[in-house]
């Protein structure tokens, strides 16, 4: 039986508190059980080098797990004097998840900077921080379309991440920890509200993956992935009344 008696299709209770913080341009308190991730966007009037005169924005992420975040107290990186490669990955997977539906050359020379910081860690961090860091973005993008500082909103769409898993042989949606650690193949899974696919990380722990097994994951995924959504527009829409 899971933690909550939860069905094997069964998503974690999911939440999004919009606007959670003051100062930045979006931000956004995601809850999934109780893996808890404040995401929030800076807005910087520049862009990286590459980027110079081409008339295109960029969109970045930063990732962190806070020391109390999880049972035992995690040393901070920044006393190494260096990122973990964990860390460095998930940077990069969150960057990757939001800028195919993102227009960047409706952004103009601005970069955008989504600082993903996990208060609490319970498995699925990663793919909490991606939905997270969506609808914080789509909130800050909201404000400046207000301000009229776009010519067109550069959402192109909605986006939402989900982690699964075989675990005991079954395949199992929104993995928590102890899940997540006994899992026999470990699955994050991200796609667009149009039904498109952007990113399958996917790995065999102990035994290789049936097609069988895959498949079924998938549509897993894909099932979870709608029910965010649209836990995503409903957020969106709440704040907006």
């Known amino acids: 039986m899971r933690t909550g008696e939860r069905g094997l299709d069964q998503l974690r209770d999911i939440g999004f508190e919009i606007d959670y913080l003051d100062y930045p341009a979006g931000s956004c ?14 807005i910087e009037n520049r862009v990286p080098p590459f980027l110079l005169g081409k008339g295109s924005g ?15 107290r995690t040393v901070r990186e920044a006393h190494a004097g260096r990122l973990s490669g964990r860390t460095q990955e998930i940077r990069r997977f969150i960057g ?8 960047l050359r409706l952004a103009g020379e601005r ?14 961090t990663r ?5 997270g860091a969506f609808v914080a973005l789509k909130s800050a993008v909201e404000k400046m379309m207000v301000n009229k500082q776009f ?11 989900v982690s699964l898993g075989i675990v005991k042989g079954q395949a199992m949606l929104d993995l928590d920890y102890d899940e997540d650690s006994a899992a026999e193949i470990d699955m994050n899974f991200v ?16 035994i290789p993956v049936t097609r069988k097994h ?22 969106l829409e709440s704040r907006d009344r």
Not at 29 to 42: P, Y
Not at 59 to 72: D, G, V
Not at 111 to 124: K, R
Not at 193 to 206: D, H, P, S
């Open 29 to 42: 308190l995601v809850t999934a059980g109780r893996t808890r991730v404040l995401c929030a966007v800076s």
């Open 58 to 72: 960029w969109l970045t992420a930063e990732y962190s797990l806070l020391p109390f975040a999880t049972q035992e």
């Open 151 to 161: 010519a067109g909103s550069p959402i192109l769409d909605h986006v939402a991440a």
């Open 111 to 124: 970069t955008f900077i989504i600082d993903c910081d996990v208060i609490q860690a319970d498995g699925g």
């Open 127 to 131: 793919t909490a921080a991606v939905n």
């Open 96 to 103: 990757r998840s939001l800028r195919p539906v993102f227009d």
């Open 214 to 235: 895959f498949d079924e994951l998938m549509d897993l995924g894909i099932s979870g992935i709608e029910q965010i959504i649209v836990l995503e527009k409903k957020a």
């Open 191 to 206: 796609m667009t509200g149009r039904g498109k696919i952007i990113e399958v990380q996917a790995t065999a722990e102990k």
